[in-house]
C-alpha cells in the first residue's frame, strides 16, 4: 500500500517497506501532461513572482506585512504588560510578605539554565535548519513581495 505525501512543489510517494526508495514527480511536469491540472489550478501555477506585476507583489506585501507588524506590536505590548505586571506583583507579595522567596536558589537555577543554554546553542535542531533553508530560498525566489513584506512590517511596527 503507498502513501502519497504533498510537499510544495514536489509530490512524494513513499512505501510500506524502508527497502523501497522514495520517488519524486516534479509538479510542473506533471501540469503539462495533465490538462485538467491547467484547469483546476490555472495555466500559470509557477512561483508568484510570474504571475502578478512588480507592483501588486510590493502592494501585497507591503499590506501583509503591515498587519503582520501591527498585531506583533499590539501583541508584544499586551506580553510585556502581562509580564511586567507580573513581576510588579511578585515584588509586591514579597514586600509584604505574603511570598517568601529564595533568592540564592534562583539566582543558582539561573545559573544551571544559563550554561545549559550556552552548552546547546549551537546544537541547532535540524527541522529548524531545513526551516531556514526553505525560508531562504522563498525569499529569494520572491524577493520583491519580501521587500514589500519587510516594508510593511517596519510600518506596521511603527504605526
Known amino acids: ?92 507579595a514579597n514586600h509584604s510578605g505574603y511570598v517568601q522567596v529564595d533568592w540564592k536558589k534562583v539566582k543558582k537555577d539561573v545559573n544551571k539554565a544559563k550554561k545549559h543554554l550556552k552548552k546547546n546553542a549551537n546544537k541547532a535542531a535540524p527541522e529548524l535548519n531545513s526551516f531556514i533553508e526553505e525560508s531562504t530560498e522563498f525569499v529569494k525566489r520572491n524577493i520583491v513581495v519580501s521587500s514589500g513584506f519587510v516594508g510593511g512590517f517596519l510600518l506596521g511596527l511603527a504605526s
Not at 514536489?10 to 485538467?36: F, G, K, M, N, P
Not at 506585501?61 to 513581576?87: E, H, N, P, R
Open 1 to 92: 500500500m503507498l502513501k502519497c505525501h504533498v510537499f510544495l512543489f514536489c509530490l512524494y510517494t513513499e512505501a510500506e517497506s524502508e527497502d523501497e526508495l522514495y520517488e519524486v514527480v516534479d509538479i510542473t511536469d506533471y501540469a503539462r501532461r495533465h490538462q485538467w491540472w491547467c484547469r483546476v489550478f490555472g495555466s500559470n501555477t509557477g512561483p508568484i513572482a510570474e504571475k502578478y506585476s512588480v507592483t501588486t507583489q510590493l502592494v501585497m506585501g507591503g499590506m501583509t506585512g503591515w498587519c503582520a507588524g501591527y498585531l506583533f506590536q499590539k501583541v508584544g505590548k499586551i506580553a510585556a504588560t502581562a509580564v511586567g505586571g507580573g513581576f510588579l506583583l511578585l515584588q509586591i
